[in-house]
C-alpha cells in the first residue's frame, strides 16, 4: 500500500520561501499523479498543483500560479511543492496526494493521502 509523508512545513515572513517534500512508499510511485492540496482553518480543502507521472505536465492553482512550482523526482519517490513570495493567505495544512486516474484538481480523484504539513506565514 502507498504511503505518503509530508515534510518542510515551518514558519516563515511574508515574502520568504518555502519548499515542501512529500515522499511516497511503494515501488509504482512513477504510476501516479501527485496532487498538493491545502487546507486553511475554518475553510475547506482546496487544489494547489498536480504533475502527471512523469512530471512532463503540471498544473497550479491561480491562486499561486507565478509563486509555487510542483516537481517530482521519480528515483527518489518524492514531490515537491517550490513556494516563493508567501502570502499570510498562504497559511494552511498542506498534504500531499496520490492519484492513479492522472491529473486533477478534485480530490475526489486521489485516493491517497498524506497526514499534512503546517505552513504559517507571518505578516
Known amino acids: 500500500q502507498v504511503q505518503l509523508e509530508e515534510s518542510g512545513g515551518g514558519l516563515v515572513q511574508a515574502g520568504g520561501s518555502l519548499r515542501l517534500s512529500c515522499a511516497v512508499s511503494?515501488?509504482?510511485?512513477?504510476?501516479?499523479?501527485m496532487g498538493w492540496f491545502r487546507q486553511a482553518p475554518g475553510k475547506s480543502r482546496e487544489f494547489v498543483a498536480t504533475?502527471?507521472?512523469?512530471?512532463?505536465?503540471?498544473y497550479v492553482s491561480e491562486s499561486v500560479k507565478g509563486r509555487f512550482t510542483i516537481s517530482r523526482d521519480n528515483a527518489k519517490n518524492t514531490v515537491y511543492l517550490q513556494m516563493v513570495s508567501l502570502k499570510p493567505g498562504d497559511t494552511a495544512v498542506y498534504y500531499c496526494?496520490?492519484?492513479?486516474?492522472?491529473?486533477?484538481?478534485?480530490?475526489?480523484?486521489?485516493?491517497?493521502w498524506g497526514q499534512g504539513t503546517q505552513v504559517t506565514v507571518s505578516s
Open positions: 511503494g515501488r509504482t510511485f512513477s504510476s501516479y499523479a
Open positions: 504533475i502527471s507521472p512523469s512530471g512532463g505536465y503540471t
Open positions: 496526494a496520490a492519484s492513479s486516474l492522472g491529473t486533477s484538481t478534485h480530490e475526489n480523484n486521489y485516493y491517497t
